[in-house]
C-alpha cells in the first residue's frame, strides 16, 4: 500500500562464537533483491511520499560497487532524508557513492558511515 514507518532497515543479524557481529558478504545473487530494494524505493518515492520523507539503514551487509552502482539511481532520486551504512566492508566505495548521493538528492540531510553500530535503532 505504500506505507512505511519513519524508515527502512536492511540488516544482517548474526554473532560469532565470541559474541562479534558478522557481516554478510555479498554474493551476485543478491543483486535482483537489490534491484527490487532500488525500484521499491523510487516507486514509492514518486507515488505514495506525498511530503514524507524516509531513512534507509544498512547495517552489517556488505555493499561493493556492484550493489551501489544498482543503489545509487534510486537513493540520488527518492525522499530519502537519512542514510546509515553500518559494517558495510567497503567504506571507500561507500563514502564515493555518499558524496554523488549527497550532490543529487536535495531531500537528504543526513549520511553516516559507520565501522560499527551495535546498539543504534531507527
Not at 547495517?59 to 540520488?76: K, M, W
Not at 546509515?84 to 550532490?103: E, I, N, W, Y
Given at each position: ?46 507515488y505514495y511520499a506525498d511530503e514524507s520523507s524516509i ?37 571507500g566505495d561507500t563514502a564515493d ?26
Amino acid at each position: 500500500m505504500g506505507t512505511v514507518s519513519e524508515g527502512i532497515e536492511i540488516k544482517f543479524c548474526l554473532n560469532d562464537e565470541d559474541g562479534n557481529r558478522i557481516r554478510a558478504h555479498h554474493d551476485e545473487l543478491l543483486l535482483p533483491y537489490w534491484k527490487e530494494c532500488a525500484a521499491a524505493l523510487r516507486h514509492w518515492s514518486e507515488y505514495y511520499a506525498d511530503e514524507s520523507s524516509i531513512k534507509v539503514f544498512i547495517r552489517f551487509i556488505e555493499t561493493p560497487n556492484a550493489v551501489l552502482d544498482v543503489q545509487r539511481p534510486a537513493f540520488e532520486q527518492s525522499r530519502i532524508k537519512v542514510i546509515l551504512f553500518c559494517g558495510s566492508g567497503h567504506p571507500g566505495d561507500t563514502a564515493d557513492f555518499a558524496r554523488k548521493v549527497l550532490q543529487m538528492n536535495h531531500f537528504l540531510t543526513e549520511i553516516a558511515l559507520l565501522r560499527s553500530c551495535s546498539l543504534m535503532r531507527i
